[in-house]
């Protein structure tokens, strides 16, 4: 039985990809920070790290990989959303969100990376966004972070490719779950009214769209960005 490490587990989607891959035939390794599991599917364990430490990350794949054998998937869903206006925004602040949205998510990837190597598979999925693509006022360092993760999906993707490893991005337009229950109502209402088909995304479709990018058929699609938007940026 294959295993996914899903990061950020414990988050709006992360909860909700949860629910869609533990009805099916993996062992799940949740990743959380501050919220633990309250209660875990059957085929699934919990594990702490912060991602803006490589020793946590370090411990956290040695852990996985103690539990379940290996690591074979990696859903890079955590990630972190501030509003601040660029002018105003500390340098720490700006590299907090580097640390946790770009950052993380490489290192996370670079020390399961011997596991996906050894075994020749592997697929890797990072959680860009919209915001990369469009900008939005007071996303700045969130906009550079997700823009980042397109560069990098490009570059890993070049490199694995050989030992039958995917890596691709999806770019999501907002979505019903997780950091949009941050948005006020009127603008939540406003986001909407623009997205052509007029309602915010649906956590099953990215999980479905997740499942068939991690399956073999998938073997042949990677470096990409997926957007997933309501059609919104295309
Ligand atoms: N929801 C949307 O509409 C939308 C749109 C575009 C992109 N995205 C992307 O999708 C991903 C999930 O978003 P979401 O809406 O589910 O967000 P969310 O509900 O705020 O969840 C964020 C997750 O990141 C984890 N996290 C925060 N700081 C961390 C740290 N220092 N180290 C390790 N983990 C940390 C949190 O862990 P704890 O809760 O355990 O502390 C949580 O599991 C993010 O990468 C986000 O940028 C979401």
């Known amino acids: ?6 990061m950020g587990a414990s988050g709006g989607l992360g909860t ?9 035939e993996y062992n799940l390794a949740l990743h959380y920070f501050e919220n633990e599991p309250k209660s875990l599917p059957l085929n699934a364990v919990g594990f702490q790290a912060d991602i803006r430490k490589e020793d946590d990350i370090k411990n956290l794949i040695a852990d996985v990989a103690k539990t379940f054998g290996t690591i074979d998937i990696i859903l890079n ?14 340098k720490d602040s700006w590299e907090d969100t580097m640390a946790i949205n770009l950052t993380g998510p490489f290192l996370v990837t670079k020390h399961a990376l011997p596991f996906m190597r050894e075994q020749q598979f592997g697929r890797i999925i990072f959680m860009s966004s919209i915001v990369a693509q469009t900008g939005f006022v007071g996303a700045s360092a969130y906009a550079a ?11 890993l993707a ?11 991005s999806i770019a999501l337009g907002y979505f019903n779950a997780g950091m949009i229950n941050d948005v006020p109502d009127d603008m939540q209402a406003q986001l909407i009214a ?26 042949y699609l990677t470096g990409q960005t997926l957007n997933l938007n309501g059609g919104l940026y295309s």
């Open 77 to 90: 869903n955590a990630g972190i959303s501030k509003s601040e206006i660029s002018w105003k925004a500390e």
């Open 1 to 6: 039985m294959k295993t996914i490490l899903i």
């Open 194 to 219: 623009n997205i052509p088909v007029k309602k915010l995304g649906d956590p099953e479709q990215l999980a479905e769209l997740m499942n068939y990018l991690i399956s073999d058929k998938a073997a």
């Open 145 to 155: 972070s997700k823009a980042g993760l397109i560069g990098l999906t490009k570059s």
């Open 158 to 168: 070049k490199e694995l490719a050989n030992k039958n490893i995917t890596v691709n």
């Open 16 to 24: 909700e990809l949860t629910k869609y891959f533990s009805a099916k």
